[in-house]
């Protein structure tokens, strides 16, 4: 195997460009909608009905699957069209006819059964050959019914799938790169798909009217070009279509500043609420999802405090789903992030933990709330700033305004090492009980660890057996815990966006659910 | 011909795998000091391993150990070397008996080695008189530059060297010559467990048989103590501050940047497969490190096999 795999090392690319009419001519009504007038999308209305019809046209020009193929995202998207139309007339926008015309073709394409990009290809394939098709999460279920019925040699994987070394005669890949490769959220390192190959040769099958352009980022600067990948070749992945219509022209591309405002004014209404505690506000990364609820976006948060969040998705190959923990950098889309939606309103983990405290849990809990409450009491006469540098001349090497912070927080236990905690107990006037509150610590501490793999089991018998085509496709997918245990729900999100830039917002969002925006 | 028997490895017969061999060789002759060797390949699979066998066959050449060499070739150089030095000693009056120590005494006619730390236990010493014709019928090799700390147990080896794959490995040199090298010589760091389960693989090549672990000297594949090759997890706490040579394997489960800034002024190689999650990560760091590099490595005289990318500098 190791001598096949360096053996294909510089394999053939053979690009196959599809015509088909009907979704061109959406594509070309897109370019005229542009051209009119009012339509800027500086206009939050025509921002929002732009990213719908991109994301359409987007999402058809990079899958293979039947144009009436079952696709919540699309269908939301289409609503969502609809609602806007409606608004232009209301509003009596000059392009509503335009903005009418690419609707209906829209309505009209989506009954179709025309699969352009999987037929035109399919037949001139040979059966008797091992051929990978690759697949994102909107086509894997497509395609893998589709191969079934015409080889056994057929397989389908998505790009994680292909980081195993197994190697095919033919791999094929439908649609545009920067479906793989736009913007700073997506994971550059699939580029080995092309750049380090498994298999002998790729066809590359896209519409012929896209202009696209791709070169691989992942290069060593001292390396001789004809040791980089296609011998430094800058041309192999360059397509000239037609009618200046480019990839990047129709990229969903979000509005940044839309959602920062947004989610600025979710925290406004949250303090607004005086049911809700105030909280610190902290770091985190907003990860916008597929699903929508009522015409709103949905979004989770990760702390950029160096956490780690649960994504599922077949990180292996073997056709199930994984449970991984990945840093908020390393989640990609065609990954679906796991987050408590349903149960008791904290941590599940906690939940689990005091069952194993038993009896103690209530008495434990008050005592880990005492030393937080003490400490905050004391760091908010103090300041926090200087109650960072006495800490530190205290020889409280850790502290720091983030980690201090966290102390605070309700779900932080203890410091790593004894001596820090002592000097953190004495700070916050407990010296007297610092060493029995170690010990209570240290029990709730290790209560935590047992429910880390209780739970870490629970889920890995809920979702490792699942099948990922039963995921693949779906916006999200709920996972009940315990049926015995009220341990709530978790549930599956499949990821649409990241904003670039972080985010201040209350801890708490970052620990379970998601917000609407 | 070179195979596995597992067949998702495969063989490696093609010049991919002896481009990873003569790298190895040509890094631990031509490279010195803070040098990094970085680079890009299809699979991390097998190849710290190659590179390792040919950096042993360097260094199985190299003034590191004087190699086995019978007591009349060797008499002269054994008597100015300073006590206290690494000696291996072969001693085949009694079947095949490997001693290493440090030598504690030497006469006109008489050398001792200390194998063990505790004071006072027999210790094995050899007596030599070519104008008695008494020559005993030993090997012994001199590991310069290096002093023997002893152990506090006396230590055995629980096997014999793999001498037919040696052979078939280092051709030009006396394929005992890799017990007579010191500890520690090369480490391999990555995911432990992958590299250990790749190091037993069972392969074949030509007349014989055997494994990486066999051909590097790792631990447990003669005894605990003896291991030339030290393979271990990416973490700083592990390295090895004696060796060679480091080499850095990104993979599964693993991160190699936790230990970018280490550093032993001797020359590293760093693997990352293009497949790697981290990679895009890796790269950057490695390019930012290029930019500001002392001096650029050649390789113009190696075959570099399409898929691999490389470059090399020195910090």
């Known amino acids: ?517 | 011909m070179r195979k596995f028997e597992n067949t998702s490895y495969g063989s490696f017969n093609e010049p991919w795998a002896d481009f990873f061999i003569d790298l190895g060789e040509y890094i631990a002759k031509n490279f010195t000091g803070d040098s990094r060797v970085v680079m890009l390949t299809p699979t991390e699979k097998i190849i710290p391993f190659l590179i390792s066998i040919g950096a042993m066959k360097y260094f199985l050449n190299s003034d590191i150990s004087t190699g086995f060499l019978p007591i009349n070739d060797i008499w002269e150089d054994l008597q100015e070397t300073p006590l206290g030095t690494e000696v291996h000693v072969i001693d085949k009056t009694k079947g095949f008996i490997h001693y290493k120590g440090g030598l504690e005494s030497i006469t006109n006619e008489t050398f001792m080695l200390k194998t063990i730390e505790q004071d006072g236990s027999a210790e094995p010493g050899w007596f030599y008189s070519q104008e008695k014709n008494i020559v005993p019928d030993i090997d012994i090799s001199i590991v310069s530059r290096k002093e023997f700390l002893p152990p506090s147990r006396r230590q055995t080896d629980k096997g014999d060297p793999n001498l037919n794959l040696l052979g078939e490995f280092y051709t030009n040199s006396d394929p005992l010559g890799v017990l007579g090298l010191p500890n520690n010589l090369i480490q391999i760091i990555g995911n432990k467990n992958t590299l250990s389960m790749e190091s037993n693989l069972k392969f074949l090549k030509d007349n014989a048989g055997g494994s990486f672990a066999d051909v590097l000297i790792t631990k447990n594949s003669i005894s605990k103590q003896r291991e030339l090759t030290f393979l271990g997890a990416a973490k700083e706490d592990n390295l090895k501050d004696e060796v060679n040579l480091s080499i850095f394997v990104q993979g599964k489960n693993t991160n190699i940047s936790n230990v970018l800034d280490w550093t032993n002024n001797f020359p590293q190689v760093h693997i990352v497969p293009r497949a790697s999650r981290q990679a895009y990560e890796l790269i950057e760091i490695y390019n930012d490190e290029y930019l500001t590099r002392d001096k650029t490595l050649e390789f113009a005289e190696l075959t570099v096999p399409i898929g691999c990318e490389i470059m090399g500098y020195t910090i």
């Open chain 1, 1 to 517: 195997m190791l001598d096949a795999l360096w053996e294909i090392q510089n394999p053939e690319v053979v690009e196959r460009k599809i015509s088909y009419e009907k979704l061109e001519e959406i594509h070309i009504l897109k370019q005229e909608l542009l051209k009119q007038e009012d339509v800027a999308r500086t206009e939050e209305f025509w921002d929002n009905t732009i990213y719908s019809i991109n994301s359409i046209l987007w999402r058809w020009t990079n899958t293979p699957n039947p144009f009436f193929h079952k696709d919540e995202t699309l269908e939301g998207h289409i609503l969502n069209l609809k609602s806007q139309l409606k608004k232009a007339f209301e509003y009596e926008y000059n392009a509503k006819n335009h903005l009418e015309e690419i609707f209906n073709r829209i309505v009209s394409l989506r009954q179709s059964v025309d699969s352009p990009l999987f037929d035109s290809v399919a037949e001139h394939l040979d059966p008797k050959r091992n051929l990978c098709f690759l697949a994102t999460t909107n086509s894997y279920d497509y395609l893998r019914k589709e191969v079934k019925n015409i080889s056994k040699k057929w397989k389908v994987k998505t790009p994680n799938q292909l980081r195993e070394d197994q190697i095919y005669d033919e791999l094929i890949f439908f649609g545009q790169f920067n479906n793989l490769f736009y913007g700073k959220f997506s994971d550059p390192t699939l580029e080995f798909l092309f750049t380090s190959t498994r298999a002998r040769k790729i066809y590359w099958v896209h519409y012929e009217w896209i202009s696209s352009t791709w070169k691989p980022q992942i290069f060593l600067m001292g390396s001789n070009d004809a040791n980089k990948p296609f011998a430094g070749k800058k041309d192999i992945f360059t397509s000239e279509g037609k009618l200046s219509i480019t990839d990047l022209d129709f990229v969903p591309k979000i509005d940044e500043k839309r959602y920062v405002n947004l989610i600025n004014i979710s925290i406004s209404q949250d303090e607004g609420n005086s049911l809700t505690q105030t909280q610190d506000l902290e770091e985190a990364y907003c990860f916008l999802l597929t699903e929508k609820r009522d015409d709103k976006s949905l979004a989770a948060f990760i702390s950029a405090n160096g956490s780690k969040a649960l994504a599922i998705s077949d990180f292996d190959g073997d056709g199930t789903l994984d449970i991984w923990k990945f840093l908020p950098n390393e989640l990609g889309k065609g990954m679906y992030l796991l987050r408590r939606t349903r149960g008791a309103g904290r941590d599940v983990l906690e939940v689990i933990a005091d069952k194993h405290l038993g009896d103690d849990a209530a008495y434990l809990r008050g005592r880990q709330m005492k030393w937080k409450k003490s400490l905050s009491e004391v760091v908010q006469t103090t300041g926090l700033s200087q109650s960072v540098d006495l800490l530190k001349n205290m020889g409280c090497t850790p502290a720091s305004k983030s980690n201090l912070k966290r102390w605070m927080s309700d779900s932080s236990i203890r410091t790593s090492k004894p001596s820090h905690f002592y000097m953190l107990m004495e700070f916050a006037g407990l010296k007297d009980t610092a060493s029995a509150m170690w010990n209570d610590m240290r029990r709730i501490n290790a209560a935590h660890s047992t429910a880390g793999f209780e739970l870490d089991g629970l889920l890995k018998s809920k979702i490792e057996d699942i099948n990922a085509g039963d995921l693949y496709g779906n916006t999200s997918y709920e996972f009940k815990l315990s049926e015995d245990e009220n341990l709530g729900a978790l549930t599956a999100f499949a990821i649409e966006e990241r904003l670039e830039s972080l985010v201040e917002v209350p801890s708490s969002w970052t620990h379970w659910g998601v917000r609407e925006l």
